[in-house]
């Protein structure tokens, strides 16, 4: 019978630190997989004069969503420490809200994912304080790179939505 401890990598880091932030990684895994749900959800649902420019914008972002979360779940595997495994997995960790709604408006889309991103972006400000203090200089360096996406995702967000 296979035991947890046959997918303990090997890592000089602290176990106990690695842990906290295994733990942090896999709430923005969660939270990824729910954005890029949603993203996708909306670009498949978006109706209107903007149809195209919103459609396409969504598709952008949800593919730079999407790839990210292989890279997270990869960090949290190299630091010794295991990841999320099935849709509930991610049901139980996520902190971003679904949408189930038969009918969103354009501009409501724009601006829920808008949030939902600047939570993301809060997640991994979180995230970057706790693997410094385990002094993972790995994942410090990778969750600027995927501040800065969410960040722009946030932003492109909010001037497609601006009327006037």
Request: overall charge negative.
């Amino acid at each position: 019978m296979a035991t947890e401890a046959a997918l303990k990598t090997p890592t000089d880091l602290k176990s106990n630190a690695t842990k906290t932030a295994a733990e942090a990684l896999n709430a923005i895994l969660a939270d990824s997989f729910a954005l890029y749900f949603k993203t996708k959800n909306f670009h498949w649902h978006v109706s209107g004069p903007h149809f195209r420019d919103y459609h396409l914008l969504l598709d952008e972002q949800a593919a730079q969503i999407f790839a990210t979360t292989d890279a997270i779940a990869e960090r949290v595997r190299k630091t010794g420490n295991t990841t999320l495994r099935s849709i509930g997995d991610i049901a139980r960790h996520q902190t971003i809200k679904d949408n189930d709604e038969s009918y969103v408006a354009p501009d409501d889309m724009l601006a829920e994912l808008r949030d939902d991103n600047l939570k993301l972006i809060a997640a991994l400000r979180e995230a970057k304080y706790i693997v410094d203090e385990a002094k993972d200089n790995a994942t410090s360096g990778i969750l600027d790179t995927w501040t800065d996406e969410a960040e722009q995702r946030a932003w492109f967000l909010f001037e497609a939505s601006r009327k006037g």
